[in-house]
């Protein structure tokens, strides 16, 4: 004789996420080393995580953990996008302006930024307020460089060294020196 829940719901998205949530807290290295744990309500009755989450929303909604440091429970899940969950990662770097807290990613759509644009110029020591608000070409492009005693822009130095602005970029990004992503040619491509 075999066993049959009661639910009738073992075919569900929301029970494949329930038994997901207790495997993951269960044989997950990452999450046994945490310490992250499904709550006693919901470990052995699907029928009250079903009652505290509801169905899913869409297809592309999965389980999120508010605060990641704690476990499973009603009052620290959410059915969430990935857009969303990508925001809620704990290795995202949040920033404050005009006292509101969002990740790079936020705040990159909202001023028309890269991350790695407003990355960059954090580390360069701008404020938060100049990262997001100066002008990307102003920052870039017009700042001057000298080299070998002559004075340019940036745009200038690209130009004369034939460097595509996104090449220059994808290297400044990288931690490249500025003179040498300004200034080393482009491998051609073989075939």
Known sequence: ???????????????????GIKHRCKHKDYYIK??????????????????????KPTPNHTIDRINNDLGYSPDNCRWATMKEQQNNKTNNRNLTYNGITQTL?????EYDLSTTCIRLRLNKGMTV????????ETWVINTNYTIDGN???????????????KTFLARYSSGWDIVKAMTTPTRKKTR
């Open 34 to 55: 945490k310490g992250i744990k499904v709550c006693p309500e919901w470990y052995n009755d699907f029928n009250q995580f079903y009652a505290d989450m509801g169905n």
């Open 151 to 165: 004075t340019k822009t940036v745009k200038e130095w690209l130009l004369e060294y034939n460097i595509k602005y």
């Open 1 to 19: 004789m075999t066993f049959e829940p009661t639910h009738g719901m073992s075919n569900s998205p929301e029970y494949a996420t329930w038994f």
């Open 105 to 109: 990613t936020q705040w990159g759509i």
């Open 129 to 136: 307020k100049e990262a997001l608000t100066t002008p990307t």
